[in-house]
């Protein structure tokens, strides 16, 4: 079988930029050495961002974090966790909670399920990308970030094949290769890009 050939996308076409605009959504997906590079886009987003922003980082069970209050604590947008049957609104950014998968219902609400842990995690990546892809389509842009394993490459794929726009932090930039290079080597990542220009592309 001949070897796919990727092309690292370094810089933001027309295309990219545009689509973003046109945005209701973003997922931003990560597991191990993803917070230090989500923690930065939280704090560039502006109040008016206009798109509903949900974050899912893989955490231990059962362990207290405080990844929410600092977040909130340097976010120009409202912050505060997925709870059941929460509204969906723009301008507010959610974070998936420890021991639930976060999946996103046909009405634009919440539902928070206690089935089984996927890739080891719970909330798993592929649960909320997957739900996403369903409702949002092409109103959606998700990007997946550093992590020790393969999760969110088969939700970042179904994204792409209902017109979301993904991108994959280069594994070259990333400090835990695995994550974004399983979406790559699936086909899943429409742009593979380093995190200056993703932060970059969320000011456009």
Not at 112 to 125: F, G, T
Not at 135 to 153: H, Q
Request: charge should be positive; proline fraction near 3%; include cysteine.
């Amino acid at each position: 079988m001949k070897k796919k050939i990727y092309i690292k996308k370094l810089a933001l076409d027309d295309n990219i930029i545009q689509r973003w605009r046109n945005t209701e959504l973003l997922l931003l997906g990560g597991s191990a050495g993803s917070f230090k590079p989500i923690y930065q886009c939280v704090k560039l987003f502006p109040k008016n961002l206009n798109k509903t922003v949900i974050i899912i980082i893989h955490r231990k069970k059962n362990f207290f974090s405080e990844i929410e209050k600092l977040f909130a604590d340097n976010s120009r947008m409202l912050m505060r966790e997925v709870t059941d049957k929460d509204v969906l609104n723009k301008n507010t950014i959610y974070i998936a909670p420890a021991n639930y998968h976060t999946l996103i219902e046909k009405d634009k609400s919440f539902s928070l399920d206690v089935s089984e842990a996927v890739w080891y995690s719970k909330p798993s990546i592929d649960v909320t990308f997957e739900s996403a892809s369903e409702i949002y389509k092409n109103r959606c842009t998700a990007v997946l970030f550093s992590g020790a394993n393969a999760d969110g490459a088969e939700g970042l794929l179904k994204l792409r094949k209902n017109g979301s726009l993904t991108i994959a932090q280069d594994p070259d930039d990333a400090e835990m290769k695995e994550m974004p290079q399983a979406a790559i080597n699936k086909n899943a990542a429409e742009y593979i890009l380093n995190t200056k220009d993703i932060f970059e592309l969320f000011q456009k």
